[in-house]
C-alpha cells in the first residue's frame, strides 16, 4: 500500500479549533462521500493538540511552527490511486474536495506528498 501525506496549516483566519472542528465535521465527511470513486482505502485525521506538553518537546529542539493537522490516505497501489482520480467521476471529486480545502487550509503552506510506511515498532 501506499500513502498520501498532507501536512496542514490552517487559514490564518481561523483559529486552531476552528479548523480542526471543520476538518472533522465538513470535510472528513466529503472524503468519506468519496473515498469509493477515488479508492481511498483508510483515511485517518491526526490533530495536534496545542497542549504545554508539545511546548516542552519542541523547545528540546529548533525547528519550524507545528502543523495544525496531518491528514493520512491508503491505496493499494499508485496505479490504484492514478485509477481512481483519473475518472470524470473521481476528476470531479478531487475539484470538489479540493475547493473544500481552500475553505480551511492554507494550501501554499501544506506540504503533500506520496509515501511507503517502513515499520521499525508494531
Same mark, same amino acid.
Given at each position: ?32 462521500k ?15 493538540? /496545542?497542549?504545554?506538553?508539545? +511546548?516542552?518537546?519542541? &523547545? *528540546? #529542539?529548533?525547528?519550524? %511552527? ?17 485509477? /481512481?482520480?483519473?475518472?470524470? +467521476?473521481?476528476?470531479? &471529486? *478531487? #475539484?470538489?474536495?479540493? %475547493? ?12 503533500i ?10
Open positions: 500500500m501506499i500513502k498520501l501525506v498532507y501536512c496542514l496549516r490552517r487559514l490564518p483566519t481561523l483559529s486552531r479549533e476552528e479548523f480542526q472542528r471543520y476538518w472533522r465535521e465538513n470535510h472528513a465527511p466529503l472524503v468519506k468519496h473515498s469509493q470513486t477515488l479508492r481511498i482505502r483508510r483515511y485517518v485525521q491526526v490533530h495536534t493538540t /496545542g497542549s504545554q506538553v508539545t +511546548e516542552v518537546v519542541r &523547545a *528540546s #529542539r529548533p525547528g519550524p %511552527e507545528p502543523y495544525d493537522g496531518v491528514a493520512e490516505l491508503w491505496y493499494v497501489s499508485a496505479e490504484e490511486m492514478i485509477a /481512481g482520480a483519473t475518472t470524470p +467521476e473521481g476528476r470531479q &471529486a *478531487s #475539484r470538489e474536495l479540493l %475547493e473544500d480545502e481552500k475553505r480551511f487550509i492554507n494550501i501554499s503552506q501544506s506540504p506528498w506520496i509515501a511507503t510506511e517502513n515499520p521499525v515498532v508494531e
